[in-house]
C-alpha cells in the first residue's frame, strides 16, 4: 500500500450518513466531515447516482440518509494517496 493514505470524501459522507440515527443536512455533514460544501455535494452527487443515498425536501430544507441496500456501485474506494506534486495546468487553446 501507499503511504500518507487517507480516506476519500465520499467514504467519508456515507460512513456519517450510515452511522447516523436520523436524517442529516449539507451543514451537518459538512460539520461532521470537516469537508468543504463543494466536496459533500460532489459525494452527495455520486452516491446518488449509484442509489446509495437519498434525500427528502420540506420547508425546513433537505435532508439526506442512506439506502445502502440499494447501492449499485461495483468498485469502492475507501483510501486515497494525496498529490504531492500539483500537476501541471492545461494549455489554452489557441484562437
Avoid at 447516523?20 to 466536496?39: G, I, K
Wanted: aromatic share 6%; net charge positive.
Amino acid at each position: 500500500m501507499k503511504k500518507n493514505q487517507e480516506p476519500t470524501c465520499t467514504s467519508l459522507v456515507m460512513d456519517e450518513l450510515c452511522g447516523a440515527a436520523d436524517f442529516r443536512s449539507m451543514p451537518q455533514l459538512c460539520e461532521a466531515t470537516r469537508l468543504s460544501t463543494a466536496r459533500v455535494s460532489a459525494a452527495l452527487y455520486h452516491l446518488r447516482q449509484h442509489k446509495s443515498v437519498e434525500f427528502i425536501s420540506d420547508a425546513s430544507g433537505t435532508w439526506w440518509f442512506a439506502t445502502p441496500e440499494s447501492d449499485d456501485r461495483c468498485r469502492c474506494v475507501d483510501k486515497r494517496a494525496p498529490e504531492i506534486k500539483p500537476r501541471k495546468p492545461r494549455k489554452a487553446a489557441p484562437k
